[in-house]
C-alpha cells in the first residue's frame, strides 16, 4: 500500500520560514511527478509548486521566488522550503506524486501551515 507522510508544517510568523517534507512508502513504480498542493479554508485546493524526476520544477506565481522544492529520487521524499512567509500562506499542504502525469496519483494525508501577522 502507498503512503504519502507528510511533515514539517506549524506555526510561524509573517516573514519566517518552514520546510516540508513528504516521504513515499511502499511498492510504487518510478514516481514521474511530485507535488505541494494547499487549501485554505472555503477555497479550492490549488497547486503550489511540482518537480518532475528529471529535476524541471513549475511554481504557483503567488509563491515563485519565496519557495523551493526539491526531491530525492533515490528515497522518494519531496520537500517544500518556504520562505518569507505570509499570512495569506496559511492553508493545508498536501503532498502529491504521479507514476503517471495527468492521473490523479497519490495524496498525503495533509499538513496545517498557519502564518500569523
Known amino acids: 500500500q502507498v503512503q504519502l507522510v507528510e511533515s514539517g508544517g506549524g506555526l510561524a510568523q509573517a516573514g519566517g520560514s518552514l520546510r516540508l517534507s513528504c516521504s513515499v512508502t511502499g511498492s510504487i513504480l518510478r514516481i514521474s511527478g511530485m507535488g505541494w498542493y494547499r487549501q485554505a479554508p472555503g477555497k479550492q485546493r490549488e497547486l503550489v509548486a511540482v518537480?518532475?524526476?528529471?529535476?524541471?520544477?513549475n511554481y504557483a506565481d503567488s509563491v515563485k521566488d519565496r519557495f523551493t522544492i526539491s526531491r530525492d529520487n533515490g528515497n522518494n521524499t519531496a520537500y517544500l522550503q518556504m520562505n518569507s512567509l505570509k499570512p495569506e500562506d496559511t492553508a493545508v499542504y498536501y503532498c502529491?506524486?504521479?507514476?503517471?502525469?495527468?492521473?490523479?496519483?497519490?495524496w498525503g494525508q495533509g499538513t496545517q501551515v498557519t502564518v500569523s501577522s
Open positions: 518537480i518532475m524526476r528529471g529535476g524541471s520544477t
Open positions: 502529491n506524486a504521479k507514476v503517471i502525469i495527468g492521473t490523479d496519483g497519490y
